[in-house]
């Protein structure tokens, strides 16, 4: 095993039809055989997928592999997500993603929690230790942060409020992971942090998501995959090659394990997978 840490696992989301749940477990039978340290998945935020989510993450607890539901408190009350926490401990879930989540669009009322960081407070006043807490933080700041500083000063009371490890928002320039992990250090902040990493599957699709979530795509790899065009081999192959790159030397300049936002697709994760060798 290549780096220091050993926190190599994957997100889905929950599938929306029938033809995706097929297309989901046929994902997840191929990377079953990565085994994941554990698998998350996502909660539509205002609670839209709150029975998706659930149900993902005990079909993915049936296949064997552990599995942690993401939570996010944007729109909720402290009643609703009483119940969830209640939920998941019933069904013997001990690993959470606890975010704030963004506003759905048409949704007006943002409920009673504010910020991540009430929700890993209440998550602890609530239910104690019984639940391994990760949280979301951002190499390349939150697009809403209003200075670095700011970011960080937000990040570090998440991390006071109780969270034991955090996971990145993607991204392709290693010196922006590097840099947020000095800063952490130098506020004494040393849970683990782990590389979010982004499959690149569509360069259409990458740019529009990039630009929502703040992350920054480096000009000499938007220039190449532009200059691909609709041929969609020669991004994928660029895209694994630019990628694997970055994870191998993520960990060999020791970052503790990776995360992969798999997009509920096998392939491309397990090539870098494999091609790493971890
Ligand atoms: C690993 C990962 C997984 C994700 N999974 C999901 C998911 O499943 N569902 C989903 O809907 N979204 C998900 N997201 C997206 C996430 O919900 C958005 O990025 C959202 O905008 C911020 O969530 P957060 O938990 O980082 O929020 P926060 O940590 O609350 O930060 C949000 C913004 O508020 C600022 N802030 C925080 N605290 C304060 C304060 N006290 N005063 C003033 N400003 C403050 C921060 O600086 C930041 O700009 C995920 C993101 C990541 C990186």
Known sequence: MRGVGNLYSLEFFPPRSDDGTAKLRAARAQLAQLKPAFCSVTFGAGGSTREGTLATVLEIIGEGMPAAPHLSCIGGTRESLREVLAHY??????????????????????GEFRYASDLVSFIRVETGDWFHIE????????????????????????????????????????DA???????????????????????????????????????????????RLESFGDDTPSVRAFGLDVV???????????????????????????????????
């Open 177 to 223: 992971y590097w840099s947020f992990i000095d800063a952490c250090a130098a506020r004494g902040l040393t849970i683990p942090i782990v590389p979010g990493v982004m499959p690149i599957l569509s360069a259409s699709r990458l740019a529009r998501f990039s630009d929502a979530c703040g992350a920054e795509i480096p000009r000499w790899i938007r220039r």
């Open 135 to 174: 949280v979301a933080c951002y190499p390349e700041y939150h697009p809403q942060a209003r200075s670095p500083e700011e970011d960080l000063d937000h990040f570090e009371r998440k991390v006071r409020a109780g969270a034991d490890s955090a996971i990145t928002q993607y991204f392709y320039n290693r």
């Open 89 to 110: 401990r019933a069904h013997g879930i001990r690993h959470l993603v606890a975010l704030r989540g963004d506003l759905p669009s048409g949704m007006a009322d943002a």
């Open 244 to 278: 694997t790159e970055m994870c191998a030397k993520l960990l060999d300049e020791g970052a503790p394990g990776l995360h992969f936002y798999t997009l509920n697709t096998a392939g491309l994760t397990s090539t870098i997978w494999q091609r790493l060798g971890i």
